[in-house]
């Protein structure tokens, strides 16, 4: 089992941002490969940091960790925000540089210090978003789709001449003068957006970037427990990026229930309205009603009452954090015939003064706010 990324970088829940920003610094330093070479124990922690920090410093990512868990980005091929450990090394220094600012390491720090490049920034393509629509059989069970994605990939004999405005490094110096004196500073080049490539030669039908769009059949691992709107990764499957050293981008996948005929969600428990008519609530009858695993028979009970709740336990959904299955919630609802032929009138109007027909609750049974509450507790 993953571990805790609030405890890998040692935080507390309610830790703010500028908090979780020096807990990862202090854990890159700590674990950082040039202080600690050929140790792969050090490596992995830290890329576990990095990969604790590309979540939690990510307003929309953290929600979606803090109500989930680490189930909350799986189902996309290689899994979590970072794809399972998928990202290398490169990548992180790609991506988490800032954290360092301009100094303190120079050199000896490469991809994080303000001093010797770690050579050519890796370029990402740009992610895609797709919908999903899932009935509640698949959420129950969670499922394998295939879908069909166009996508911008690499164009075949394509070829890429290192930049000559940044030399390849994907980024261009400037010095300004200041007040305390000369500052210098980077930014991506204009030339090849920070790349380090430019086109050379460029087939047929290809883009200024050497890209084509073809479609391509993706698979989607969807964990079961999903809810609307929950948003799933899967990795490399976006478009691709220009040059020879870029990563392609990755495949956001959006979650939409499908109603379903005769079953109603309210997070992982399930309602099932049940009609019985009146000589049926009087007599007692076995009736099968749906749930997402088929067909289940339950048992109305002889004088049972409209209102009345029946709980069938662990015939909901699972958690997708895996804490349990929710339950089915049977409504019985007693149908009131609206219209009555003679011989049936003269029997109610009969009976209209019986003790047996007169209402008369225990204390047993309970009012409809009481239902309502036990219903959401």
Known sequence: MKQDYYEILGISKSATGPEIKKAYRKMAIKYHPDKNPDDKTAEEKFKEAAEAYEVLSDDNKKARYDQYGHAAFEGGAGGGGFGGGGMNMDDIFSQFGDIFGGGGFGGGFGGFGGGQ????????????????????????????????????????????????????????????????GRMQSASACPSCQGAGETLDKKPKGADSDGLIVEEETVSIKIPAGVTEGVQLKVNGKGNAGPGTSSVDGDLLVVIEEQQHETLKREGTNLHFDLYVNYSEAVLGVSRNIDTVSGKVKIKIEAGTQSGKILRLRGKGLPSIDHYGTGDLLVHINVWTPQSLSKDQKKFFEANLENDNFEPSPSKHDKSFFEKVKDMFS
């Open 117 to 180: 490049s770690r050579g050519r920034a890796r370029v990402k393509g740009s992610n895609l978003r797709i919908r999903v629509k899932l009935t509640l059989e698949e959420i129950a069970n969670g499922v394998e789709k295939k879908v069909k994605v166009r996508r911008k990939v690499k164009a075949s004999g394509v070829t890429y001449k290192t930049c000559s405005t940044c030399n390849g490094t994907g980024q261009v110096m400037r010095v300004t003068n200041t007040i305390l």
